[in-house]
């Protein structure tokens, strides 16, 4: 089984010193998902101008069904200007009030949504009220029929506080974060940061009953953890052109893998070896 996947969120255009790449976080994670061969409906919003008819070629390019990406012609497609230092790793100027804080739920989502295998959302998709508002029906309406609700963390500051940090990990069954971020997920939810990760990990996890939570540590890896077990996996060598889409392609890994039911250690050495793999070209998709 492939899997049906609905991802939810910010699907914009990474304005790099060079020219522009298609971006987001949310969208990256869906083309990389069809890339793995899941059936994936990215459900967002863009513009009506060049660069919206732009996204959703791309979107179709990498098998991205695009029938909930809404045009709306009072919004502009969402830009983000990008920054890569001498090692890879990226920083972000997030353009405000996009296309993709205003689209709206409705009935086709709400079908597509039951029909799911699994779906997927961030923390940056939230930023709008109804974008927000539409993520929470459709992680509970997920969570009511039994349907893989994965979180990807993605803290972009200032767009989330401690209440969007809290309320994402009840919504999900699977939650995702890098070792960045453990610091300021643990302070969201009161848990003490310890000097050994996998207790404040498991803290995480038994807090919000989790079914999956994985912490990715860059070029160390990821561990992996579940109510009765904790798997690490070692970093993956590569050749680091850019960091940009590689936890992105990584949680697109670990989701198909969950949903074939992999052994966990075989889904993490995957995860981390597509991840890898992102790392050695420019673009947070290939071409």
């Known amino acids: 089984m492939a ?49 919206g008819t732009a996204a959703l070629a791309v979107l179709k390019s990498q098998g991205v069904k695009d029938d909930l990406v809404q045009r709306l012609g009072d919004y502009p497609t969402g830009i983000v200007t990008v920054e890569v230092d001498e090692g890879g790793k990226p920083t972000f100027e997030i353009g405000k009030d996009a ?7 409705n009935q086709t989502i709400e079908e597509k949504v039951r029909g799911a295998d699994a779906v997927c959302f961030g923390t940056l998709g939230q930023r709008g009220q109804s974008p927000r508002a539409g993520i929470r029906k459709a992680m509970q309406l997920a969570k009511d029929e039994g349907i893989m609700r994965v979180h ?4 972009r500051p200032p767009f989330f506080d401690d209440a969007v940090i809290r309320d994402s990990l009840a919504l999900c069954s699977v939650y995702k974060l890098s070792d960045d971020e453990l610091e300021r997920v643990c302070q969201a939810c ?58 992105d ?32 070209h420019a673009g947070a998709v290939p071409a």
């Open 249 to 280: 392609s990584f949680t697109a890994a670990l989701t198909l893998g969950l949903l074939r039911k992999d052994p966990f250690p075989e889904i993490l050495s995957n995860a981390c070896e597509v991840a890898a793999q992102v790392c050695s």
């Open 99 to 105: 296309a993709w804080d205003h689209w709206e739920w």
């Open 190 to 247: 009161g848990i003490p940061l310890s000097d050994d990760p996998l207790q404040s990990l498991r803290a995480i996890l038994e807090k919000y009953a989790l079914e999956v939570l994985v912490m990715t540590k860059g070029a160390e890896g990821a561990v992996l953890l579940t109510s009765d077990s904790t798997h690490e996996q070692p970093g993956v060598k590569a050749t680091i052109v850019d960091t940009v889409g590689a936890g």
């Open 3 to 51: 899997g049906r996947i609905l991802s939810f969120g910010d699907m914009l255009w990474d304005l790099f010193p060079e020219g522009p790449r298609f971006g987001g976080a949310p969208g990256n994670y869906a083309c990389h998902a069809a890339r793995l061969g899941g059936e994936v409906y990215m459900v967002s919003g863009v513009g009506t101008g060049e660069r």
């Open 152 to 155: 990807d963390v993605n803290l």
